[in-house]
Nanobody, 134 residues
Framework: EVQLVQSGGGLVQAGGSLTLACQAF????????IGWFRQAPGKEREGVSC???????????DSVKGRFTIFSDNNKSTVKWVYLQIDNLQPEDTAVYYC????????????????????????WGKGTLVTVSS
């Protein structure tokens, strides 16, 4: 069973940094991409960054390039940690952030891990609120 447990988040001042963590377990890590999504009040969900389980390649949405960094630690065979570091936080980064996972579809015209960020994933964490004060 795919399980994603999130930690991190909270209230941060503009200009500060924050790292969100996603603990993943219950599936074959090299077969699943993992991503971070966010949903701000009144806005649609946005895939901000995804990482390939196969080769650790990364995708970033244009809106976050240069400030967001996704990285993983899968030294243990039963648990994989995926982190999202956010630098120079801005009030517009205020949102609920979700960790998600899915298998990339075979034959997709959109490469992994971009596919997951663009079209969404099947398995989701509970979300964590990040609030940036100006």
């Amino acid at each position: 069973e795919v399980q994603l447990v999130q930690s991190g988040g909270g209230l941060v001042q503009a200009g500060g940094s924050l790292t969100l963590a996603c603990q993943a377990f219950g599936f074959a890590f090299d077969e699943y991409d993992i991503g971070w999504f966010r949903q701000a009040p009144g806005k649609e969900r946005e895939g901000v960054s995804c990482i390939s389980g196969r080769d650790d390649s990364r995708y970033y949405a244009d809106s976050v390039k240069g400030r967001f960094t996704i990285f993983s630690d899968n030294n243990k065979s039963t648990v994989k940690w995926v982190y999202l570091q956010i630098d120079n936080l801005q009030p517009e980064d205020t949102a609920v952030y979700y960790c998600a996972a899915d298998r990339p579809p075979p034959g997709s015209l959109v490469p992994s891990p971009q596919w997951g960020c663009q079209y969404g994933m099947s398995y989701w964490g509970k979300g964590t609120l990040v609030t940036v004060s100006s």
